[in-house]
Nanobody, 124 residues
Framework: VQLQAFGGGLVQAGGSLRLSCATS????????MGWFRQAPGKEREFVAA???????KYADSSKGRFTISRDNAKNTVYLQMNSLKPEDTAVYYC???????????????????WGQGTQVTVSS
């Protein structure tokens, strides 16, 4: 399974960006998909995740500002980010978790495949 994330860029505080993650290879719509981010000098952290049926989970820092969604027909997951803050600056990674469970996980170690990351920079 290959994942490719794109859509990052430079945006002013208060602005919006939409990240996309396209999956290819031996894909399955039953994968859980997640977004993580890593800022310089910090550990990778959970941002949001979605099950194959659309159930979502968000980090506290993302709630109310970010929306994760997926289009199973296009094998693509999205992260709509609104009201961006400078502290959202990080490399954002998408990830896929092979599972038959409906329970979403927030640990990066639960995810099996990773994209290459896309840089998001929010200026103040």
């Amino acid at each position: 399974v290959q994942l490719q994330a794109f859509g990052g860029g430079l945006v002013q505080a208060g602005g919006s960006l939409r990240l996309s993650c396209a999956t290819s290879g031996r894909t399955s719509s039953t994968y859980h998909m997640g977004w993580f981010r890593q800022a310089p000098g910090k550990e990778r952290e959970f941002v949001a995740a979605v099950t194959w049926i659309g159930t979502t989970k968000y980090a506290d820092s993302s709630k109310g500002r970010f929306t994760i969604s997926r289009d199973n027909a296009k094998n693509t997951v999205y992260l709509q980010m609104n009201s961006l803050k400078p502290e959202d600056t990080a490399v954002y990674y998408c990830a896929a978790r092979i599972t038959s469970s409906v329970s979403l996980r927030t640990s990066q170690y639960e995810y099996n495949y990773w994209g290459q990351g896309t840089q998001v920079t929010v200026s103040s």
